[in-house]
Nanobody, 125 residues
Framework: QVQLVESGGGLVQAGGSLRLSCAASGRTFSTFAMGWFRQAPGKEREFVAAISRTGISTAYADSVKGRFTISRDNAKNTVYLQMNSLKPEDTAVYYC??????????????????WGQGTRVTVSS
């Protein structure tokens, strides 16, 4: 079993930055590929970014490419999402997820085994 706890959400003005963190516990963190997803009010959950076990490979949704950066620190059992140049359309609850089987990066949420509770990000215009 793996527990994931997100933090770092909040209210920020458009153009601002936030860094989300996701702390994992319960199993060896370095064996998981990790991802970030988000769900805006009234919309379906969507993929944001993913990172491989070692951090060598990453993937991003087109909507965040060039503005968001995913990274991980396996020594701290933590994955991060640095969000810059935030836009009102980035407003959502952000979830981190762990993929215990993937060797690379997965954009499909069905490929993840464990999910955090989410952290809310609100971007004001």
């Amino acid at each position: 079993q793996v527990q994931l706890v997100e933090s770092g959400g909040g209210l920020v003005q458009a153009g601002g930055s936030l860094r989300l963190s996701c702390a994992a516990s319960g199993r060896t963190f370095s064996t998981f590929a990790m991802g970030w997803f988000r769900q805006a009010p009234g919309k379906e959950r969507e993929f944001v970014a993913a990172i491989s076990r070692t951090g060598i490979s990453t993937a991003y949704a087109d909507s965040v490419k060039g503005r968001f950066t995913i990274s991980r620190d396996n020594a701290k059992n933590t994955v991060y999402l640095q969000m810059n140049s935030l836009k009102p359309e980035d407003t959502a609850v952000y979830y981190c997820a762990a993929d215990s089987y993937g060797a690379g990066v997965t954009r499909n949420g069905n490929g993840y085994d464990y999910w955090g509770q989410g952290t809310r990000v609100t971007v004001s215009s």
